[in-house]
C-alpha cells in the first residue's frame, strides 16, 4: 500500500523552478504533519522543510528564502515550492509523514515517500 506519493521533480535550470507534492493516502499516517527531505548520492540524508496543519513551519537554512512550503488539508497534501535553484540542490527529495509529535520539527517522521529526482544543471 502507497502510503506517500511525491510528484513534481524533474530538471531544471540554475535559477529556475519546480514544485513538488505529497499526498498522503491516510490522514493518520501524518497526524502532525509533513515534512520534505533529500538525499544525494554518498551524502546523509538531510532535513529540508516542514508544516503542522496548523500552520507552523520550518526551513533548513540552506533554503531559507528560496523554498516555501504550504498545505491543502482538504487533500492531506503538502507542496515545496523551489524557487532559484541551484546544483546543491540536486538530489532526490522525500516526503515525510509526521507520525509522532516532538518539540522539534525535525523529527517524528514515520512515514515516507519513494522519492523524486530532482536536478538542477549548472
Known amino acids: 500500500q502507497v502510503q506517500l506519493v511525491e510528484s513534481g521533480g524533474g530538471l531544471a535550470q540554475v535559477g529556475g523552478s519546480l514544485r513538488l507534492s505529497c499526498a498522503a493516502s491516510?490522514?493518520?499516517?501524518?497526524?502532525?504533519?509533513m515534512g520534505w527531505f533529500r538525499q544525494a548520492p554518498g551524502k546523509e540524508r538531510e532535513f529540508v522543510s516542514a508544516?503542522?496543519?496548523?500552520?507552523?513551519?520550518l526551513y533548513a537554512d540552506s533554503v531559507k528564502g528560496r523554498f516555501t512550503i504550504s498545505r491543502d488539508n482538504a487533500r492531506n497534501t503538502v507542496y515545496l515550492q523551489m524557487n532559484s535553484l541551484k546544483p546543491e540542490d540536486t538530489a532526490v527529495y522525500y516526503c515525510?509523514?509526521?507520525?509522532?509529535?516532538?518539540?522539534?520539527?525535525?523529527?517524528?517522521?514515520?512515514?515516507w515517500g519513494q522519492g523524486t529526482q530532482v536536478t538542477v544543471s549548472s
Open positions: 508544516i503542522t496543519w496548523s500552520g507552523t513551519t
Open positions: 491516510e490522514r493518520t499516517f501524518s497526524n502532525y504533519g
Open positions: 515525510a509523514g509526521r507520525g509522532t509529535r516532538l518539540r522539534d520539527l525535525r523529527m517524528g517522521y514515520d512515514y
